[in-house]
Every structure is written in structure tokens, then in C-alpha cells.
């Protein structure tokens, strides 16, 4: 079942499939394109992981490339310039959200894993620096060919004890020279997650960056369940 809540911050809209009761909850930063796929999101996690009991929770992002991006860069595909929002974003989940959503709850007692797909994917990363609130993290096809990343990632410590990293074994293939370094980037993500001491996977789906990235969203989050 769905449920829409509205939160304050520019009337953001979230979304909850499941019973926020639950003790395992699943955030992840959301569009358009990505809340069409997610009552089939929903059906496969619950098929990979039989009876755990989990609530999904989306949020619905205004401006992808502003307030996923932790830094201000040049556009890199189209005109759109990336901005620096993550920080505003991550401080509405974790002070306004989260809390929201946990009223009239005890305290602790529940597991937070945050995932997303593409620069959803990257943000998730980027938190994984900033704070060990969640479990687990789950980069599914993320943005890790973003300018400065790699340096970025390189000069700090995950501070999450589970990483789930995937890539479709085509993303590479692309004439963009900035996104086509992906392949490179997920593969030092992997390795740089293992040097900080996170259990980590780094999983290869077949296709594309735009193939199936309801399953591939719905496989991270079942195996940080798991």
C-alpha cells in the first residue's frame, strides 16, 4: 500500500509503500521516471527477500542536477550546469524527514539504508562521507564519473558498514570522455569501500545505464537487507 505525505521543505512529496513501523527502512531520492517503476521495485525486493518486513520511502527530487550534486560543476551531457544542493538535501532528510516520519515512534528502533539510481547513486555515496545514520548504502548505477569524485572519495572514509555498488556492463561504451571513465570510478569505489572496512559488492547487470533500473535498485536494497 501507498501513502503520500507531504513534507514542509518546499512542499516536498514522499512517498511510503509499506508500514512505516516497519524496523527497515529504505530511502531513496526519487523523479518522475523513477516512481512509475516502483510498485514493481517494491514487488521484486519483497521476492528476494522473501518475508523481511521493510518500508520503502521516496522523496520526490525537485531539481536533479542541483540538489543531488555535492559540488557545482559544468554540464557534462545536455546544457544543465550541476549545482551544489546535496547538503541541503541531506539536511532535509535527516532534520525534517526522517523525524517526521519517526513521530510518535521509540527511538531507535529501526535500520535506515539509502540508495539511488544514476546521480541519486552519487548522492547516496557522498552521504556515506557525511554521516553513519544508515546501515547500508546502495549506489545502483551511480554517477561516479562526477567531476572531482574520485579525488573526492580517495581523501575520506565511508562511514557506512554495508556498500552495494552496480553497473550495467555497457555504461562504459559512450563517445561522452567524462562519462565513459564510469567503469574506472565503480571500480575504485569498490575498492575504496573495502579499504574503509565496509562489507561491500560491486555487481555487473547486463545493458546499459537505462536498462531495468527498477530491478537493479530493488537488488541493491535486498542485498543490504540481506
Known sequence: MKEEHII???????????????????????????????DNEVSVITELTGNTDFCLITFKVRNWN????????PAVFGNADFGDGARTTLDFLTRELLPKLSEGMAPDTRKMYLGGYSLAGLFSLWTSYQTDIFTGVAGVSPSVWFPGWPDYAKGRKCLSPKLYLSLGNKESRTRNPVMGKVGEAIAQQY????????????????????????????????????
Request: with cysteine.
Open 8 to 38: 514542509n521543505l518546499d512542499n516536498i512529496a514522499c512517498f511510503l509503500y509499506g508500514d512505516r513501523h516497519s524496523e527497515n527502512w529504505l530511502i531513496q531520492p526519487v523523479d518522475d521516471h523513477d516512481l512509475e517503476g516502483m
Open 191 to 226: 575498492e575504496l569501500g573495502c579499504r574503509d572496512g565496509s562489507k561491500a559488492v560491486l555487481e555487473w547487470n547486463e545493458g546499459n545505464h537505462f536498462k531495468e533500473p527498477d530491478v537493479r535498485m530493488a537488488k541493491g536494497f535486498a542485498w543490504l537487507l540481506r
Open 66 to 73: 542541483t540538489d543531488l550534486s555535492p559540488w557545482k560543476a
